[in-house]
Structure formats: C-alpha cells, structure tokens
C-alpha cells in the first residue's frame, strides 16, 4: 500500500514539450512537496502546498505549475520543456506543525529526460 | 541562509564495521532533523527523525544523535552489511516543513 506515488516513473520527451507529473498520498497528511535532484544528486525544494495553498515557492522558473486539487493530490506540469530540465522529480508529504508528525515521505520519483 | 553539508562524501568499508556518518549545519533554528536512505535509481527511505527538543532516535542497528549547539548530526551504523550500501541524506526541517538537504554520503559495505 503505496504512501506517497507518483506517475510517471521515466519521461522521455522532446525540447519545447508541455508534460505533468501527478503525485497522490494516502497517508492523511495536509502538505505536499516537488523536490527536484539534479544530476549531482543535489535535493532541493521546489514548492510546498499545504491544505491546497502553496506556502513555499522557491525561485522555480514560471514554466512550472503545480496544482493541488485538495489536499491528498499535487500535480506538477511544466511547460515549455528545456534539456536543464532533465532531472529526477520527487513528490514527498508531511503532515505540518511540531513533533514527530513532521517526517516526510517521499515518492519513487519521476526521471525526466529532455531531448 | 542554511547550508547542510556530509562528510564523507564516499566511503567503503568491510562487512561488519561499525560506522559513523556526519552532518553539519550551519543555523540553529531548526525544528527537525531527519536521515534518509537513496538506493540507486530509487526514491528516499526515511530512517529516522529527532526533534529539535531530542538528542538521539534508535531504530534496529541505526543511531542518530543531534547536537544543536555545535550543529552537528551523527549517524551511527552497527554492524555493517552490504545491503546498508547505499546513499545516506541528512535533512533540516525548518520553516513551512521545508527540508534542507545535506550533500550526501555514498556507502559501500563489501564482502
């Protein structure tokens, strides 16, 4: 029983594309994430929806949208697809506020190859 | 501005060492500190999770402890065996949830 999924798991396209990545948890939590690892493995935030309100969006070029339809779903579609947009995508969720309800889960991540 | 940073960036050792990976950072304000496990071509397992308040967390042969006042996190891996070969992450929880990631620890237990 998967927690955090997230599909595609490979995507292949071509430079100027439009794409989405959906990603669904089932573990209650009310904050989502796009993480992206670049080719140095580096993991950085992308953005953060909690309750369906994006509440961290850091410096990500306007080509991406992501989309919360409630609060289980964030969605990532970007546009316009760019060869430095090859990356591994990871989806994670976390439930916010203190304690240990705070540990994140991620998902399998999405490999996206631009070509 | 935090910077999260592993050392060492690789490292090897024979089956059955005990072994201990290190995380810095650099700001204090912190709420959480979480490690996770990355298998090649795979997603992040989380391992373990200290709260801010806590100095140490234990699961089977895994050890973390955090030390805020110096800004460092260990992770402590006993007994070692090929299958813990794998990349290890340390995360900083800070505003919003938001995860800072430390530059990782590529392991290789051999045989």
């Known amino acids: 029983d998967t927690a955090v999924s997230q599909t595609p798991k490979y995507l292949v396209t071509q430079m100027g594309n439009d794409k989405s990545i959906k990603c669904e948890q089932n573990?209650?939590?009310?904050?989502m994430y796009w993480y992206k690892q670049d080719s140095k493995k580096f993991l950085k935030i992308m953005f953060s929806?909690?309750?369906?309100?994006?509440?961290i969006n850091e410096t990500v070029p306007n080509r991406f949208s992501p989309k919360s339809p409630d609060k289980a779903h964030l969605n990532l579609h970007i546009n316009s697809l760019e060869l430095g947009d090859s990356a591994v995508y990871f989806c994670?969720?976390?439930?916010?506020?203190?304690?240990?309800?705070?540990?994140?889960?991620f998902g399998q991540g999405t490999r996206l190859t631009v070509v | 501005k935090q910077e999260v940073t592993q050392i060492p960036a690789a490292l090897s050792v024979p089956e059955g060492e005990n072994l201990v990976l290190n995380c810095s950072f650099t700001?204090?304000?912190?709420?959480?500190l979480q490690w996770f496990r990355q298998d090649p071509g795979k997603g992040l397992t989380s391992l373990l999770l200290?709260?801010?308040?806590?100095r140490e967390q234990t699961s089977g042969r895994l050890n973390a402890s955090l030390d805020k006042s110096s800004g460092r996190s260990t992770l402590y891996i006993a007994a070692s065996q090929p299958g813990d070969s794998a990349t290890y992450l340390c995360?900083?929880?800070?505003?919003?949830?938001?995860?800072?990631f430390g530059t990782g620890t590529q392991l290789k237990v051999e045989l």
């Open positions: 994670a969720s976390s439930q916010l506020g203190g304690g240990s309800n705070t540990e994140a889960f």
């Open positions: 573990l209650g939590h009310d904050t």
């Open positions: 929806y909690n309750n369906k309100e994006l509440i």
């Open positions: 700001d204090s304000a912190i709420y959480n």
């Open positions: 200290i709260q801010s308040s806590q």
């Open positions: 995360a900083f929880t800070g505003g919003g949830n938001k995860l800072t």
